[in-house]
């Protein structure tokens, strides 16, 4: 009971502090009305039940976990607080959609949204390595999402070295946790070959962190190529649709990034044969070109001795013709003077001179009368 | 143009992806044109040390998984 006077600005004190002290953080369910965005970053809307209570909400658009509208169910953690000028409301800590129908709807939204935007687009998928040697593993310590990613990785790939970040994969904390996992990883010094995500599956609302708006452009903002698996049967979460592959369980998402390493075994079997076989042909080849070169080169210095020998019967035969003797066997005579002069007219001798013939066989000594 | 050449020491500092990597290579250029023997025996012996060293990484390989130091999950 207080009998002193205070004034209205001392009262909204205390009452605040009352609130606080009473509702530290509340969370309120219910249908989304009056929703609107000021100023790019201020969010007003009321929640309303279906006995027609309404409350107000002030919040911040990083709240937001996507787009949304009235008529949706949401889930709002709050505190209330008396403004002095704007009077009472509750101040939003974190939003969540709520409800099958709201949670359809909200993805619907951001799908548009963000496909507008060109974040699920084909030309913006990335290769994964063929051989992955350092993993950052997104999901819940201890869960069974981990241990099959963990057992299949092992059993196909022990090269790989996998760091695993420990969050939550469902309700109110885990689209932060996600994000700040996801930052970490792209912002740590080490160099990562891939970014995993996983969880196993659940109900549409277990699932709902993954078509989060901040977790989706996490997903298709990290700077590691992504693998995003959320085991379920139902249509793709928003984070799948982002990321670099998406496989249909965690196991499937370390069979499709990790190769087999029985198979790799032998592969390299299979290379040391196919290198043995590959230099075969040079072997051959050079072979071949030697033996081409051998016989080229016989056959060229056979050409080049027939060619000598062929000059040197010509020579014989010419030199033949001209043999002096063989024409003195025909009968003719060389006519010399005694001096040795070559007689070649009557007029080169006078009655008298000795002169010498020669024959084929022998000479002759004759004076001319 | 032959396989680029790496030191046998080198090998070991490489990643598993970077050997595969300069294997493929080997094997591509042998369905090159511009093969003699002599660049043919040295693509030979640098592919059959590709695959001795991931051999040797295979035989020695041990799954490996640590938890971030940071635990994301308040």
Request: with cysteine.
């Amino acid at each position: 009971m207080l009998d002193l006077p205070i004034t209205p600005s001392e009262f909204i004190a205390i009452l605040n502090q009352s609130l606080e002290y009473a509702f530290p953080s509340v969370v309120i369910e219910g249908e989304l009305s009056e929703f609107r965005v000021s100023k790019n970053r201020w969010l007003y809307f009321s929640l309303v039940d279906e006995e027609g209570a309404v409350l107000k909400f002030f919040a911040t658009v990083y709240m937001l976990p996507g787009p949304l509208e009235d008529g949706m169910k949401v889930l709002v953690r709050c505190s209330p607080k008396h403004h002095q000028a704007y009077g009472f409301s509750m101040q939003a800590q974190s939003i969540q959609v709520a409800g099958l129908g709201s949670l359809k709807r909200a993805s619907d939204l951001l799908l548009a949204k963000l496909t507008e935007e060109g974040l699920f687009a084909p030309e913006r998928k990335r290769a994964l390595p063929d051989y992955p040697e350092k993993l950052a593993v997104i999901t819940s310590s201890g869960s069974a999402a981990e241990a099959d990613f963990l057992k299949i990785a092992a059993a196909r790939w022990p090269l790989a070295e996998i760091t695993l970040a420990n969050v939550h994969v469902q309700g109110e904390l885990a689209p932060s946790e996600i994000v700040k996992a996801v930052e970490f990883f792209n912002n740590h010094g080490e160099s990562y070959d891939a970014l995993v995500l996983i969880r196993g599956g659940g109900s549409v609302e277990d699932l709902a962190a993954f078509s989060t708006e901040s977790v989706v452009r996490a997903v298709a903002g990290s700077r590691i190529p992504t693998v995003v698996a959320i085991g379920h049967e139902v249509d793709l979460s928003l984070a799948e649709m982002a990321s670099d592959l998406h496989a249909s369980t965690p196991s499937n998402a370390a069979e499709l990034l990790l190769p087999d390493y029985a198979s790799e075994k032998q592969n390299l079997v299979s290379a040391k044969m196919n290198l043995n076989h590959l230099l075969e042909a040079p072997v051959v080849n050079a072979e071949n070109s030697l033996s081409q070169a051998k016989s080229s080169l016989e056959q060229d210095m056979m050409l080049l001795l027939s060619d000598a020998s062929s000059d040197i019967i010509s020579l014989k035969n010419l030199l033949e013709a001209y043999n002096p003797v063989r024409v003195l066997k025909n009968g003719y005579a060389v006519a010399r003077l005694a001096t040795g002069k070559l007689l070649r007219s009557k007029k080169d001798v006078k009655t008298g001179d000795e002169v010498e013939l020669t024959l084929s066989d022998g000479m002759i000594n004759m004076k001319v009368t | 143009m032959t396989p680029r050449k790496t030191m046998k020491k080198d090998l070991k500092t490489l990643k598993y992806s970077e050997l595969r990597e300069q294997l493929d290579e080997v094997s591509s250029w042998f369905s090159g044109d511009d093969i003699d023997l002599d660049k043919a025996t040295d693509a030979y012996a640098k592919g059959m040390e590709l695959i001795a060293e991931l051999e040797s990484r295979l035989k020695t390989a041990k799954a490996k998984v640590e938890k971030t130091k940071q635990d994301f999950a308040a």
